[in-house]
Nanobody
Framework: QVQLVESGGGLVQAGGSLRLSCAASGSTFSINAMGWYRQAPGKQRDLVAAIGSGGSRNYADSVKGRFTISRDNAKNTVYLQMNSLKPEDTAVYYC????????????????WGQGTQVTVSS
């Protein structure tokens, strides 16, 4: 079992920045890849960014150049630095850990955090 706790969400004006954190505990030895997803009201949950065990990364086209995913293996924590935020980035952001990262694609595992709200005002 893996437990994930996200933090760092909030309200920010367009053009601002936020950094999300996701700390993993439990069977962290089983975690290779991790990812961030987001879900806006009435929409499906979509992958925003993912990072593999070797540090390879991929991003949704909508966030490329603005968001950066990183990880601290010693702390079992993954981060999402979000810059130049836009109102359309408003969503609940979820962390996922232990999925499969292969050929630049990430497939989620059953381990999800509780989500953190990000609201970007115009």
């Amino acid at each position: 079992q893996v437990q994930l706790v996200e933090s760092g969400g909030g309200l920010v004006q367009a053009g601002g920045s936020l950094r999300l954190s996701c700390a993993a505990s439990g069977s962290t030895f089983s975690i290779n890849a991790m990812g961030w997803y987001r879900q806006a009201p009435g929409k499906q949950r979509d992958l925003v960014a993912a990072i593999g065990s070797g540090g390879s990364r991929n991003y949704a086209d909508s966030v490329k150049g603005r968001f950066t995913i990183s990880r601290d293996n010693a702390k079992n924590t993954v981060y999402l630095q979000m810059n130049s935020l836009k109102p359309e980035d408003t969503a609940v952001y979820y962390c996922n850990a232990g999925g499969v990262y292969y050929s630049g694609r990430y497939s989620s595992s059953v381990y999800w955090g509780q989500g953190t709200q990000v609201t970007v005002s115009s």
